[in-house]
């Protein structure tokens, strides 16, 4: 059985940027496509970014394309998510997650069995 542990969320200014972890255990995130999700006060969990279980191909939500970067470390087992040019409405917990996506795509929550406890980002204008 796959365990994910997030890490790297805190409270910063916007404008900034953050990086948070996944730390894979139990099995290597290769054999999954991984996934960032997002979940603020009051709203359903979002898709943030995504990467395949080859690692060819990323994906990413339109509000944060081209601010946030998803990428992966092997030899670390570790998943991370950079986000730059940080803003208020990034405030959320964040989930990292691990599934396959043939079923419903890399964007589809239910792609997705394992789940992190998440980590809180908050972002202060």
């Known amino acids: 059985q796959v365990q994910l542990v997030e890490s790297g969320g805190g409270l910063v200014q916007a404008g900034v940027s953050l990086r948070l972890s996944c730390a894979v255990s139990g099995r290597h995130f290769s054999n999954y496509a991984m996934g960032w999700f997002r979940q603020a006060p009051g709203k359903e969990r979002e898709f943030v970014a995504a990467?395949?279980?080859?690692?060819?191909?990323?994906y990413y939500a339109d509000s944060v394309k081209g601010r946030f970067t998803i990428s992966s470390e092997y030899a670390k087992n570790t998943v991370y998510l950079q986000m730059h040019s940080l803003k208020p409405e990034d405030a959320a917990v964040y989930y990292c997650a691990a599934g396959f996506c043939s079923d419903y795509g890399c964007y589809a929550l239910q792609s997705y069995d394992h789940w992190g406890q998440g980590t809180q980002v908050t972002v202060s204008s």
């Open positions: 990467l395949n279980r080859s690692g060819r191909n990323t």
